[in-house]
């Protein structure tokens, strides 16, 4: 029996990740050091990009006491290195709740992870070598929604893109057909698929 591909079923999904980029937020330590915190809920708009990120880690804390940081957007290759990340955090002590989920304390994530640190340009966090887009930014506003209080709404603004210069095309551009994000969706990690067009607004 021929199921219709158009009908739909109501349903009550535990976590909406209904597939965007990975970010690996990179923040300032109190001793100087950075953490590297993975989320999964960012959008940009013009050199404005907002964030999502839940309370019971280090990265808001970061950001409040110093507000700067490196979005490093890894592309599919990395996705082991990045789930070596989960379960760990910059808190300490590992909030309750976290605990029980099976986090644990880590201090240096980039050996934990694998990953090489480099100096920045124009904030103080450090960068992430391997990611192949790295975007500096300030931010300008953090806010709790009142129909979520465990999670903070963090609006930033981009002042210095790194592009690894196997996707830039030109001066200024990143060529859509060698760059590939790392996308988390529902939980499961995916590189893009062929491409199926492209905008007309697109000057690539």
């Known amino acids: 029996m ?15 990740y209904y ?4 970010v690996l937020l990179t ?12 989320i999964s809920s960012s959008w940009a708009l013009g050199d404005c990009i907002v964030m999502g990120i839940g309370y019971g880690g280090k990265a808001v804390e ?13 592309d599919p290759s990395l996705w082991k ?13 590992v909030p309750s709740y976290k605990e029980q989920m ?24 450090k960068r992430i070598l391997e990611c192949p887009l790295q975007i500096e930014a300030k931010v300008v506003n953090i806010r709790t929604p009142e129909h979520s209080p465990d999670f903070a709404i963090v609006e930033v603004k981009a002042v210095k893109v790194h592009a690894s ?18 996308i988390y969706n529902f939980r499961h990690y995916f590189g893009l698929g062929a491409q199926m067009g492209k905008s007309y607004r697109s000057e690539t």
């Open 27 to 38: 923040t300032k330590n109190e001793d100087g050091s950075t953490n590297i915190s993975p």
């Open 19 to 22: 597939g965007t980029p990975v």
């Open 165 to 182: 210069e196997d996707i830039v095309l030109g001066e200024n551009y990143i060529d859509p057909a060698s760059w590939s994000p790392l």
């Open 2 to 16: 021929k199921t219709n591909a158009l009908a739909h079923k109501s349903i009550q999904p535990k976590i909406l």
């Open 62 to 74: 970061n950001l409040r006491q110093h507000p700067e940081c490196v979005l490093n957007l890894p």
């Open 81 to 93: 290195q990045v789930e070596l990340l989960a379960p760990l955090t910059g808190k300490d002590p």
């Open 102 to 125: 099976g986090f644990r304390y880590e201090k240096d994530k980039f050996a934990a992870a694998g990953f090489t640190p480099m100096p920045s340009a124009t904030v103080e966090p």
